[in-house]
């Protein structure tokens, strides 16, 4: 492990007050926008993870956790790290991982490095805790969904003074949100830290200081097997109540989308070279944002090709003096 220069660090501070700064425009914008912002908020982390070590990354992620701390509040910066900062910075670290192939049953002269189905199998994990700790932290539940599902009664009831809603539909519609609530927002944190992890992965491998070699994400983008046990014990979870159900429906949100990931880019790989692919990917996306049974479909295919693709460089790539303390 080479010892981390101060040049090293100051790129890392940097890095944490640009994403400290889109974090606290993110909490200033709309909705949308700082969803965007949000994301974009973990690129900082993942590119000086990727291009510069571990050191760079953590001086990143300590850098912006204090800003938050000091500038806005404790509870917000605890929030950011489990949300942001944390996923990013271990997805890099994961990411810089490898080990000799010979370990692995192959050639001397390559080096393995950490398969893409574990580096999503893990972002899945985080964000899940992160959905949980943040719940307990805010007292998630039925008394706070339900007042949620009452302001939209009155506000119909508003516009539509003759509309009457039934009493058990308004019970189900609770029952259903409160669970939908943490699944939804779980699945949404990982779609789009890993597109921000992707994103990150072209601008380092464009400036020439990736370690990691660009893999092909249709082919390689698979959940690790062990991901089915996880998301059935999830489902399983969701027929106890309670907490539990809580817990599942969460677990259920974060590693279906990471199954429904693997299902777009299996989906992809087998229209590779038909002339309908085009087409077929844009219907397949704009039907599964707007109708459940496409995105059940992309599921159960995401579901059904789980495996992990290991990629390959020569050792002499590794060797470089830039591979810093990231190598195992």
């Not at 944490?16 to 949000?38: D, I, K, V």
């Not at 994301?39 to 050191?55: C, H, K, M, Q």
């Not at 219907?283 to 049974?293: D, I, Q, R």
């Not at 020569?314 to 060797?319: F, I, N, Q, S, V």
Request: some cysteine; aromatic content about 8%; hydrophobic content about 55%.
């Amino acid at each position: 492990m080479n010892r981390p220069n101060v040049k090293t660090l100051l790129i890392g501070a940097l890095a944490g007050l640009t994403a400290f700064l889109l974090m606290l425009g993110a909490s200033m914008q709309p909705s949308f926008f700082s969803a965007l912002l949000y994301t974009a908020s973990a690129l900082p982390i993942l590119i000086v993870g990727l291009g510069w070590g571990n050191a760079a990354a953590i001086a990143a992620v300590v850098t912006a956790a204090a800003l938050g701390a000091a500038l806005i509040s404790p509870s917000f910066a605890l929030i950011m790290t489990l949300v942001t900062l944390l996923p990013a910075g271990w997805l890099s670290h994961l990411a810089n991982l490898a080990r000799p192939a010979s370990e692995l049953g192959g050639p001397d002269n390559l080096l393995a490095w950490y398969p893409l189905s574990d580096i999503l199998l893990h972002l899945c994990g985080l964000v899940t805790l992160a959905v949980i700790v943040i719940g307990v932290m805010i007292g998630y539940g039925p008394a706070i969904t339900d007042q949620i599902v009452d302001l939209l009664i009155a506000s119909v009831k508003e516009q539509q003074p003759e509309f009457m809603p039934d009493p058990t539909a308004t019970a189900q519609t609770k029952s259903l949100i409160v669970l939908m609530l943490p699944a939804v927002q779980g699945g949404m944190w990982v779609s789009m830290l890993f597109a921000a992890y992707y994103f990150a992965v072209r601008i380092v491998a464009a400036s020439g200081r990736g370690l990691r070699p660009r893999e092909d994400i249709p082919s390689s983008l698979r959940m690790n097997r062990n991901s089915i046990f996880i998301f059935l014990a999830g489902l399983a979870a969701c027929f106890f109540g309670g907490v539990p159900a809580l817990v599942g429906a969460t677990v259920i949100g974060t590693f279906g989308a990471g199954f429904m990931l693997s299902g777009f880019a299996s989906l992809h790989f087998r229209t590779r070279g038909k002339d309908w692919r085009l087409p077929a990917l844009i219907l397949s996306y704009l039907a599964s944002m707007l109708m459940l049974l496409p995105a059940f479909l992309i599921l159960v295919l995401g579901l059904s090709d789980t495996r992990k693709a290991i990629a390959l460089t020569p050792t002499k790539d590794a060797d470089a003096p830039k591979q810093s303390d990231t190598k195992i």
